[in-house]
């Protein structure tokens, strides 16, 4: 079945430097990846996503590239903030079916300190 | 725009004891799951429906576990005999059809069971 891994469970930053939170995928179809940032107590939203191969995609100053060769869509950030604190979750659903039924990692917590 | 709203926020259980929770979709989404997000985990599908149906439940430990939607639009998780390995967040998520649209999470009831 379908799986993702993100390889790191904690990362610890200093505000303002670049960070990249490692995804990387399996899958039998056509691939749909998904960033997802949850805070604390707060709801999971859609931070990312993808099914297009070598095409970057942003948001809110995240960025992704899906690249089917490498199985791979890692989130990065060019300059951290406080606010950036949060757990991030990767997660992949795929093109064939009729709904989005979405595969988890088991996510990255990112703590940005002053 | 009203976002996915679950009920209560938090419970705290003995073992063998019943639990429901209760999830409202976005108004519109036809389409409705539950996962399950043990602590430092990422989420885990239980069940979805689209409209009524239930599309998938193999997830969903059937002997103590069970979920309705009646009317298609709100939606009840049910534990019959809770046990300590069910401590975790539930979370809801709507969709409206298709597999390429967004998933909509609520910030989830975390359950202790003791």
């Known amino acids: 079945g379908d799986s993702v891994t993100q390889t790191e469970g904690l990362v610890t930053l200093t505000k303002g430097l670049p960070v990249m939170l490692n995804c990387t995928y399996q899958?039998?179809?056509?691939?749909?990846l998904f960033w997802y940032v949850q805070h604390l107590n707060e709801a999971p939203k859609l931070l990312l996503k993808?099914?297009?191969?070598?095409k970057r995609t942003e948001h809110q100053g995240f960025y992704a590239t899906l690249h089917k060769s490498s199985s791979s869509f890692h989130l990065q950030k060019s300059s951290v903030q406080l606010s950036d604190s949060a757990l991030y979750f990767c997660a992949l659903s795929d093109l064939s079916g009729s709904f989005n039924k979405l595969t988890f990692g088991a996510g990255t917590r990112l703590a940005v300190c002053p | 725009e009203a976002g996915v709203t679950q009920s209560p926020r938090y419970a705290v259980l003995q073992e063998g004891q019943a639990v429901s929770f209760w999830c409202d979709p976005i108004s519109g989404h036809d389409t409705l799951y539950w996962y399950q997000q043990p602590r430092d985990q990422g989420p885990q599908l239980l069940v979805y429906f689209r409209d009524e149906a239930v599309i998938d439940n193999s997830q969903l430990p059937s002997d103590r576990f069970s979920a309705v939607r009646p009317k298609g639009t709100n939606s009840t998780l049910k534990i019959q005999s809770a046990k300590q390995g069910d401590t975790a967040t539930y979370l809801c998520a709507s969709s409206f059809g298709g597999s390429q649209n967004t998933l909509y999470f609520g910030a989830g009831t975390r359950l202790s069971v003791l």
């Open positions: 899958t039998t179809y056509s691939p749909f």
């Open positions: 993808s099914s297009t191969d070598n």
